[in-house]
């Protein structure tokens, strides 16, 4: 890893993905990212229900230093609108989440969402042709069996290299909300899909059927104080699974405890500072994201204003926490105007479970050491699209005399938000999703 000479890793411009224009379609915002778990391939998902796949450049993998470029792999329709009859609703679209199951064959499988129906997508590669059938001719067409004279072997020729995505399984019709997350379970053959008030267990050969593992819907909904708004399973342990509330706790769950999890294990959650309490005290506690570290013995939480590490044997308060935009508290009345309190921002480990990184608004994105403490804010901006390009790091002005490299908060652009990011599991390539931009940055080569 190249270092500063503070220690710190710098980070430099790799590649931007799609049109650097202004004018951004709604079909085009990119909706999830996420690495499969070499990070050989990258998937990113969209409002328009697009499924892009990118693979590691094999030429500038293999370079001395190492660059992490990556170039189009495949791109498929993974889901289409629909319209729901019986509640007269419109179901969008958009791919809401995109998990990867791990590699047991050449071809590579990976679970997409949108609000209601998961699909499994098996995407595999195709370098080979068969020619030459007796009853079929090489366009296509039925040859009459009467006519055939004599038999021929089949041949198996070359042909160029063609990618192929296609549905091996649809989850349909098991959510009365809209899906907030899915994932794989250790075991690589169950998986869970979480909505606002339910959980579901699914088995990925079985798509008629699912558990409902949570159910925390009130029997009367003017009742409801909380909704899930995240859900995981242990990275290791194939009983245990997490999922966050609105109301700024996490549960930890044990399925092998009961059928239906609605007692938890152990309640995650940190104690408010009454010196901070106000009126948005409830919006901002509530937790957009959860992720359980590749160990298994950790896991960060993110709520509006900052990143959570827990210790998973340590209840009552995180053992580190980290300010991601402290300089917005003093703004939360206009944010809240402007809808943006209610953004989900998103948060991920690095491969070794040492830095933890986030998103900000004005295209920033925070990355905190927790070896060495540091923690720098970056931006993904178009000027600095060009190779080996150094990220400078930036500092936000709340107050006072602002000096020559600072920007002022009031001049912060919170129309350009940076909601989904993903570190690669190996190395230090981190991706990051600008509206309709995927970045990909990497240490410095």
Not at 189 to 203: C, F, G, P, Q, V
Not at 224 to 240: G, K, R
């Amino acid at each position: 890893m190249m270092e500063g000479g503070n220690g710190e890793t710098q980070w430099c411009f790799s590649q931007v993905k799609g049109t650097l224009d202004d004018d951004v379609t709604e079909a085009d915002i990119i909706s999830c990212v996420e690495f499969n778990h070499d990070g050989e391939l990258l998937a990113t998902g969209d409002k328009g229900g697009r499924v892009v796949i990118f693979q590691r450049d094999p030429i500038s993998k293999a370079a001395l230093p190492r660059r992490g470029e990556y170039n189009v792999y495949s791109t498929f329709q993974s889901h289409e609108p629909e319209f729901d009859y019986l509640k007269s609703l419109e179901i969008e679209e958009k791919i809401n989440k995109i998990r990867w199951l791990k590699r047991r064959n050449p071809a590579h499988f990976l679970l997409s969402t949108n609000d209601k129906t998961i699909k499994l997508w098996k995407v595999s590669e195709r370098d080979k042709k068969v020619e030459g059938y007796n009853t079929r001719s090489d366009n296509g067409s039925l040859i009459d069996p009467a006519s055939v004279s004599s038999l021929r072997v089949p041949i198996i020729k070359p042909m160029e290299l063609m990618v192929e995505a296609s549905p091996r399984r649809i989850f349909a019709n098991a959510h009365t909300y809209h899906i907030n997350s899915i994932s794989v379970n250790s075991d690589q053959e169950t998986y869970l899909s979480a909505d606002d008030l339910r959980i579901n267990l699914w088995h990925l050969e079985i798509t008629d059927q699912s558990f409902n593992i949570v159910d925390i819907k009130p029997a009367n909904m003017e009742e409801l104080t909380e909704v899930i708004t995240a859900a995981e399973f242990h990275p290791v342990e194939c009983n245990l699974f997490v999922y966050s509330s609105s109301k700024g706790t996490i549960r930890l769950c044990d399925m092998r405890a009961a059928a239906l999890c609605d007692r938890h294990a152990k309640l995650f959650e940190e104690p408010e500072d009454p010196t901070n309490r106000s009126f948005f005290s409830e919006i901002i506690s509530s937790i957009s994201d959860v992720k359980l570290s590749n160990n298994g013995r950790y896991m960060i939480s993110r709520d509006y204003l900052s990143v959570k590490v827990w210790d998973l044997h340590m209840e009552s308060k995180p053992i580190e926490t980290y300010p991601v935009h402290e300089y917005l508290r003093a703004k939360l009345c206009s944010l809240y105007e402007n809808d943006c309190i209610f953004d989900k921002f998103e948060c991920c480990w690095n491969g070794n479970d040492t830095a933890v990184m986030t998103s900000s608004y004005n295209n920033f994105f925070r990355i905190f050491d927790r070896t060495t403490k540091r923690d720098v804010t970056l931006e993904a901006s178009r000027d600095i699209a060009k190779p080996k390009t150094l990220l400078m790091p930036r500092k936000v002005c709340s107050q006072g005399k602002r000096k020559k490299n600072e920007i002022s908060v009031d001049c912060l652009d919170f129309n350009k938000k940076i909601l989904h990011t993903a570190w690669h599991p190996l190395e230090n390539i981190i991706a990051v999703a600008a509206t309709n931009n995927l970045f990909l940055f990497q240490d410095k080569f």
